[in-house]
């Protein structure tokens, strides 16, 4: 199982400004079998600097799971809308659960 952290970044800083983008585009993830664990809004003043306008954390099973992913012709034909609505993306990948 892979795990992604993603920081999202609105390019205008309008709130929900890139809601619909990432519904359309978590349905695609979730027909490459990932998953939403959580998404939420930082809370204001948790952070000095660039703050995320949203982090995610999504599942998915493997490499090759998210590869197919980032290659679907539905994705990358919406690569317009995204850099509408995106000033910044930052993924975390792991593969590895830190127990405590």
């Known amino acids: 199982m892979l795990y992604l ?4 970044y609105g390019r205008n ?6 809601r619909e983008y990432e519904r359309k585009a978590l349905d695609i993830f979730k027909r490459h079998g990932g998953a939403v ?3 939420y809004k930082p809370a204001p003043g948790s952070r000095t600097g ?8 999504l599942r998915i099973k493997d490499k090759t799971a998210l590869d197919g992913f980032m290659g679907d012709p539905d994705r ?3 690569a317009a809308e ?5 000033r910044r993306t ?6 590895e659960i830190v127990e405590y």
């Not at 952290?5 to 999202?8: C, S």
Request: avoid cysteine.
């Open 5 to 8: 952290t993603v920081h999202l």
């Open 13 to 18: 800083g309008i709130p929900g400004e890139f």
């Open 37 to 39: 664990v959580v998404a």
């Open 50 to 57: 660039d703050v995320p306008d949203e982090i995610q954390v």
């Open 76 to 78: 990358v034909g919406m």
């Open 82 to 86: 995204r850099e509408s609505v995106l």
């Open 90 to 95: 930052e993924v975390f990948l792991s593969g």
